[in-house]
């Protein structure tokens, strides 16, 4: 059975930073895409990032481009999401999901991934 745990979420001041971890056990975590979802309260789930099966691929929503990475350890069965410059409308339940077919690449779409975690909380005070 595959699971997959958020971690890292916590309160920080805008323009600060924080690094979230996804680990993933049981599976195959080496040949699932992975992403990063975020949802603030009354708002839509919002696409983060997301990183193809090798790394070599990655992609990120118009709002975080620039100041969030995404990256994974396959040996460790990780994925990460740095997250630099931080704004008060980041603040959000962060969620990782993986996609255990890829089709190519990732997908932004979070109806590609069949495995989501419980969610980490990330609160930016202005």
């Known amino acids: 059975q595959v699971q997959l745990v958020e971690s890292g979420g916590g309160l920080v001041q805008a323009g600060g930073s924080l690094t979230l971890s996804c680990a993933v056990s049981?599976?195959?975590?080496?040949?699932?895409?992975m992403g990063w979802f975020r949802q603030a309260p009354g708002k839509e789930r919002e696409f983060v990032s997301a990183?193809?099966?090798?790394?070599?691929?990655?992609y990120y929503g118009d709002s975080v481009k620039g100041r969030f990475t995404i990256s994974r350890e396959n040996a460790k069965k990780t994925v990460y999401l740095q997250m630099s410059s931080l704004k008060s409308e980041d603040t959000a339940v962060y969620s990782c999901?993986?996609?255990?077919?890829?089709?190519?690449?990732?997908?932004?779409?979070?109806?590609?991934?069949?495995?989501w975690g419980q969610g980490t909380q990330v609160t930016v005070s202005s």
């Open positions: 049981g599976g195959t975590f080496s040949s699932y895409a």
């Open positions: 999901a993986a996609d255990r077919r890829p089709a190519g690449g990732a997908s932004l779409q979070s109806a590609a991934y069949d495995i």
């Open positions: 990183i193809s099966w090798s790394g070599s691929n990655t």
